[in-house]
């Protein structure tokens, strides 16, 4: 039987050491997804911008893919591999890119949290997993906590759409992964990505006239940026959450992707010069403190909880 070995813990210290440096490799780059596209923003629509970005993680991915070598789909499971790519890659990075034309850095990384809650909602009402009252106490704080969040980035009388498009963003990964985890058992986790993300960018070449004239006009900056948002955030950092979940208590290593918005608003503060609300900050400690008791519910273990939160937590 393979030993896991549990970071924190002393246990197996030389993996632990990888293990937890792998983890925080992975907080900083999802942290930096929303400060690269607030970036990419300047010289970009949304949706060039998102397609850009796949382009970019789908070469390297197929790099991975011939290094590491990967399973040949069934053409029967082609229809399910483009839904994912759908709703990991299509309407998750439009919904966030439009999101995040009116709402800062560290407020999206925020309401990018909100993924389980939307997770919880869908196993009750389209999976028919009954949800416990503790759940929906969690539900309905956490959804209070966007709130706070939308209104304290925002202002109360300059409220719009942004908010709800990035919460959009995270129904949209909500449903990828509960689809993708209940056929999973199909391939393996890299195949899954890479066709994912191969399916997500051809559906994005919707957004491809006039990006070859915006990525001449971009600056060196803004140019390079999207490059660090196409293969840190959108490829490498998945492989190093698989490395994590493969070596790691899974329920362990989950808990720090809660670090990511603390994170992403301290780089937001440093690269942007974007400053946090009283609000936004109230808002924030809400969503987490909500998204986090999802996973502490009172008598039912962390097994059954897991399945909401553990990939849930994407912000890229």
């Keep these: 039987m393979e030993t896991r070995?549990?970071?924190?813990?002393?246990?197996?210290?030389?993996?632990?050491a990888k293990v937890i440096l792998a983890?925080?490799?992975?907080?900083?780059c999802w942290a930096y997804s929303p400060i690269g596209i607030r970036i990419g923003l300047q010289a970009y629509e949304p949706g060039?911008?998102?397609?850009?970005?796949f382009l970019i993680a789908s070469v390297f991915m197929a790099l991975i893919a011939l290094?590491?070598?990967?399973?040949?789909?069934?053409?029967?499971?082609?229809?399910?591999?483009?839904?994912?790519?759908?709703?990991?890659?299509?309407?998750?990075h439009i919904a966030l890119n439009y999101g995040q034309r009116g709402v800062s850095a560290g407020a999206a990384s925020v309401l990018a949290q909100s993924t389980?809650?939307?997770?919880?909602?869908?196993?009750?009402?389209?999976?028919?997993?009954?949800?416990s009252?503790?759940?929906?106490?969690?539900?309905?704080?956490?959804?209070?906590?966007?709130?706070?969040?939308?209104a304290g980035d925002r202002g109360v009388g300059d409220m719009d759409a942004h908010g709800l498009l990035i919460l959009l963003a995270a129904?949209?990964?909500?449903?990828?992964?509960?689809?993708?985890?209940?056929?999973?058992?199909?391939?393996?986790?890299?195949?899954?990505?890479?066709?994912?993300?191969?399916?997500?960018?051809l559906l994005l070449f919707i957004s491809a006239p006039g990006i070859l004239s915006a990525a001449r006009q971009a600056s060196a900056s803004v140019n390079l940026a999207v490059l660090i948002l196409g293969i840190f955030p959108s490829a490498l950092a998945y492989l190093a959450w698989a490395y994590v979940l493969a070596h790691?208590?899974?329920?362990?290593?989950?808990?720090?992707?809660?670090?990511?918005?603390?994170?992403?608003?301290?780089?937001?503060?440093?690269?942007?010069?974007?400053?946090?609300?009283m609000m936004v900050i109230v808002g924030t400690v809400i969503v987490l403190m909500s998204v986090l008791a999802l996973r502490l519910e009172p008598g039912s273990g962390a097994k059954s909880v897991d399945s909401v939160v553990d990939v849930g937590n994407d912000v890229g």
């Excluded at 060039?48 to 970005?53: D, E, G, K, S």
């Excluded at 780089?267 to 400053?275: D, F, G, H, K, P």
């Design 171 to 201: 129904l949209s990964w909500s449903l990828y992964f509960s689809l993708q985890k209940r056929h999973s058992h199909r391939y393996d986790g890299l195949t899954v990505v890479c066709y994912t993300v191969w399916s997500g960018t």
């Design 67 to 92: 290094l590491k070598g990967i399973s040949r789909p069934r053409l029967r499971d082609l229809p399910w591999l483009a839904v994912l790519g759908f709703f990991a890659v299509s309407l998750h």
């Design 116 to 131: 389980p809650l939307f997770s919880t909602l869908l196993a009750h009402f389209v999976f028919k997993d009954r949800a």
């Design 248 to 277: 790691s208590n899974v329920s362990h290593a989950s808990m720090a992707l809660y670090l990511i918005p603390p994170t992403a608003m301290l780089m937001a503060s440093l690269v942007l010069a974007e400053r946090p609300s």
């Design 23 to 28: 983890t925080l490799f992975v907080i900083l």
């Design 133 to 150: 009252g503790w759940r929906w106490v969690c539900v309905l704080c956490g959804l209070l906590g966007a709130g706070v969040v939308v």
């Design 48 to 53: 060039q911008l998102a397609l850009m970005r």
């Design 5 to 16: 070995c549990v970071p924190f813990e002393g246990s197996c210290s030389k993996s632990g």
